[in-house]
């Protein structure tokens, strides 16, 4: 079947921490994979994708690589800032239909 | 030019009413969803509509019915409101095509008193 398994949290980082959060996955076929973060009181915002083996997403200074061989994804940034501090969600489309599977969620709080 | 929209953002209610959550997204996404946040962040897949069509419906007590009257909108009711029914719910669309992402609303947060 089709799951995703994240890092438990909570995590706690002082500002300018080099953050990881951990992300593997269980798929049939190719999947797409997916990081999303939600901040406090708002939806999930997509923050960044990968749709192949290899591809290497990024954005606001985030990036993860989509590996096969280890089926993860794991989401990083080099220099935490207070504003980062949100949920973050991993999650995969198998490209079989129309269904998507999230991880349980990492919240990340960053102090000054 | 809100993308997916949800309404209202916030309500409040007795156990035993009746309440609907409205949803409309300006996409042009084929696919559209309902999920419930728990206290803890959980997210739980609860219907899924394809062209007003629906294609997954997780296990979910009956008092819960979506209704899509067009591919743009996906509304959702509940009826005889629990108290373990207080949670987030979440609005999504994607269209088809396994490397699209979902869209969501900013949420409803129910509360029952």
């Known amino acids: 079947g089709n799951s995703v398994t994240q890092m438990e949290g909570p995590v706690t980082l002082s500002e300018e921490a080099f953050l990881t959060i951990n992300c593997t996955y269980t798929a049939t076929g190719y999947p797409s994979l997916f990081w999303y973060v939600q901040y406090p009181g708002e939806g999930l915002q997509l923050l960044l994708k990968a749709t192949k083996a290899d591809d290497k997403g990024s954005n606001k200074g985030f990036e993860a690589t989509y590996r096969k061989e280890t089926t993860s994804f794991h989401l990083e940034k080099g220099s935490v800032q207070v504003s980062d501090s949100a949920v973050y969600f991993c999650a995969l489309n198998a490209n079989t239909g129309n269904q998507f599977y999230f991880g349980t969620g990492t919240s990340l709080t960053v102090i000054p | 030019d809100t993308a997916v929209s949800q309404t209202p953002k916030y309500l409040v209610t007795q156990m035993g009413n009746d309440k609907s959550i409205k949803c409309e997204q300006n996409l042009g996404h084929d696919t559209m969803y309902w999920y419930k946040q728990d206290s803890k962040k959980f997210l739980k897949i609860m219907f899924s509509y394809n062209n007003k069509e629906l294609i997954i419906n997780e296990t979910v007590p009956n008092r819960f019915s979506p209704k899509s009257p067009d591919k743009a909108h996906l509304n959702l009711h509940i009826n005889s409101l629990e108290l373990g029914d207080s949670a987030v719910y979440f609005c999504?669309?994607?269209?088809?095509?396994?490397?699209?992402?979902?869209?969501f609303g900013d949420g409803t947060r129910l509360s029952i008193l």
């Open positions: 999504a669309s994607s269209q088809t095509g396994g490397n699209q992402p979902q869209h």
